[in-house]
């Protein structure tokens, strides 16, 4: 079984602040891990993914993310936001063994930049 | 464009109506998915199913069913017994060895 712990539902920031949304994990196997972002009435969209190799993974729109293994996280930041960063981000897990196709979400973080 | 159809965009039923759910893709993905999103619940899975002929129930199956019979597309159906079925519903896809999801935009949902 395997789940994802999203502990802020909303994160307000103030314009070109940095800001961290954060992402537990738990799993019995090892895992992909994803960042999705959402906006208004739409689909989501692939931020970045931590498969295999370097902790640190870089995404779109200035976005990266850390996969720390000891503590189960895989913590989203950017250095300075901007208003068009506001929408709804989802962490997201998968089992890497081969036939594992289910994709376990997080509950979301309502990201809400401040002019 | 390859990507992941979802029709309609809006739909209307009423209570106690059957109501199917478009989902088709174009990239020759094997697994595909259905997802409920509800305000401050994040994604929950409905059905997935890894191949053509076969699916598997997900966290919330109750309610809801699925077919298979073609690779590109993957309807579902929410029934009458679906007793909260007003919601947003998304479909995704991702390859056999492939890693994550596309999704499509979506369908809302409501029942009236």
């Known amino acids: 079984a395997q789940s994802v712990t999203q502990l802020d539902s909303q994160v307000p920031v103030f314009e070109e602040a940095p800001v961290e949304l954060r992402c537990n994990y738990s799993?019995?196997?090892?895992?992909?891990l994803f960042w999705y972002v959402q906006y208004p009435n739409q689909g989501l969209q692939l931020l970045l993914k931590?498969?295999?190799?370097?902790?640190l993974v870089k995404g779109i729109n200035g976005f990266e993310a850390e996969f720390n293994k000891s503590q189960t996280s895989f913590h989203l930041r950017k250095p300075s936001v901007h208003i068009s960063d506001t929408a709804e981000y989802f962490c997201a897990v998968r089992g890497s063994n081969f036939g594992n196709e289910k994709l376990t979400f997080g509950t979301g973080t309502r990201l809400t930049i401040i002019p | 464009d390859g990507g992941i159809t979802q029709s309609p965009k809006y739909l209307f039923r009423k209570e106690g109506q059957n109501v199917t759910l478009s989902c088709e893709q174009n990239l020759n993905h094997d697994a595909m998915y259905w997802y409920r999103q509800d305000p401050g619940q994040g994604l929950r899975l409905i059905y997935y199913s890894q191949i053509v002929n076969d699916f598997q129930k997900g966290d919330i199956a109750e309610g809801y069913s699925v077919s298979r019979e073609k690779k590109e597309s993957f309807p579902l159906t929410v029934t009458s017994a679906q007793k909260n079925p007003t919601a947003f519903y998304l479909c995704?896809?991702?390859?056999?060895?492939?890693?994550?999801?596309?999704f499509g935009q979506g369908t809302r949902l409501t029942v009236v």
């Open positions: 931590y498969l295999s190799g370097s902790t």
């Open positions: 995704a896809s991702s390859a056999k060895r492939g890693t994550e999801a596309f």
């Open positions: 799993s019995s196997v090892s895992v992909y």
